[in-house]
């Protein structure tokens, strides 16, 4: 029986686009493979525009990742941030839509371009990125009302968001208005080392959950142990988890520290690994399992997810998540 708590992501809602490219083709745009890179909407329009072939596109970002797969997990889903009224928005807020989640907390900036990320993908499985926020850029703190919060129970944040001024501020404020728990995933060591001032205090007093992995764990609290800086990332946050990969996870909250394992696969692509983790983990701790149930579920949808190309798992790798994941 899943529960019938209403989770709202917020972050920057991305159209994911993948194609298949030669070496040489990122010779040719002076591409350092592996790289990510933002670039500016005629930019993106003029390298679509060279790719060999149309890409195949995907919902994306990181807290879309993880919204999308707690509404593929059945739970009832909305996301808070910004599109355009463009094809790519539409298409965005549509599939969640069609997955029994709501699109009221979308904002759209007309005549804009919805954020994209271009994935060029060589023969040897690896990325190189070229991203567009566009209209997911420009959400502001004034943009966020209490409306957006109606009904919601939780609150999933993409640490990318700290990146604009005052909006995961006031995100926080407004959950905590409305009563909601907040999960808050750090993002990338860089945002730690740029917001090292903020971050104590906003998890201290607004977050329920923080997700790290071991880059951001080692920045944040120091290079020590998965079980120390899981002990040092709880004395900030009521439940701590911290991301290793294919060695697992290691959980702290108040009832002790939990080391799980991996499910280990052959991985084919590591991308949205730890967004679908958290799909899992926060699937098990909505349902109030007990936290090592909590990792072990997040163990299972990041094993399906680095298994395919991209975000998407298939539908009937999703039915089997979902009849191993019983609450």
């Not at 991203?131 to 993409?158: M, N, P, Q, R, W």
């Not at 880059?215 to 900030?236: C, H, I, T």
């Not at 958290?278 to 072990?296: I, M, Q, R, V």
């Amino acid at each position: 029986m899943t529960s019938n708590k209403k989770i709202m992501g917020a972050g920057s809602p991305i159209v994911d686009l993948l194609v298949n490219v030669e070496d040489r083709f990122l010779d040719t745009i002076e591409a350092e493979k592996g790289g990510m890179v933002l670039v500016d909407s005629s930019g993106m329009d003029q390298l679509l525009a060279q790719v060999p072939v149309a890409p195949s596109i995907a919902p994306g970002g990181s807290a879309g990742n993880t919204i999308f797969g707690i509404a593929k997990l059945g739970m009832e889903a909305s996301f808070l941030g910004k599109l355009s009224d463009d094809e790519n928005g539409k298409y965005y807020s549509n599939k969640l839509v069609e997955l029994g989640g709501s699109d009221k907390a979308f904002h759209i900036l007309p005549g804009t371009a919805t954020g994209r990320c271009l994935s060029m993908v060589t023969p040897d499985s690896e990325r190189t990125m070229r991203t567009d926020l566009g209209a997911a850029s420009t959400l502001s703190a004034e943009d966020i009302t209490d409306a957006d919060f109606e009904g919601i129970d939780h609150v999933h944040i993409e640490g990318y968001l700290l990146y604009l001024e005052g909006v995961t501020e006031k995100i926080l404020a407004t959950a905590k208005k409305h009563g909601c728990t907040v999960s808050l995933d750090l993002a990338t060591f860089e945002l730690i080392r740029m917001k090292r001032d903020v971050l104590p205090q906003l998890l201290k007093d607004y977050v329920d959950v923080v997700f790290a992995n071991e880059d951001e764990a080692g920045e944040f609290v120091g290079e020590k142990s998965p079980e120390e800086q899981a002990e040092a990332l709880f004395e900030m946050c009521p439940v701590a988890a911290v991301k290793l990969g294919e060695k697992g996870c290691c959980l702290r909250d108040k009832t002790g520290i939990y080391r799980v394992d991996a499910n280990l696969v052959k991985p084919v692509d590591t991308t949205a690994a730890g967004d679908l983790w958290a799909s899992g983990f926060l699937y098990g701790w909505l349902n109030d399992c007990p936290l090592e149930t909590c990792g072990k579920f997040g163990s299972v949808t990041a094993a399906e997810v680095v298994q395919v190309m991209g975000s998407q798992i298939t539908e009937a790798n999703w039915l089997k998540i979902r009849q191993e994941l019983t609450v």
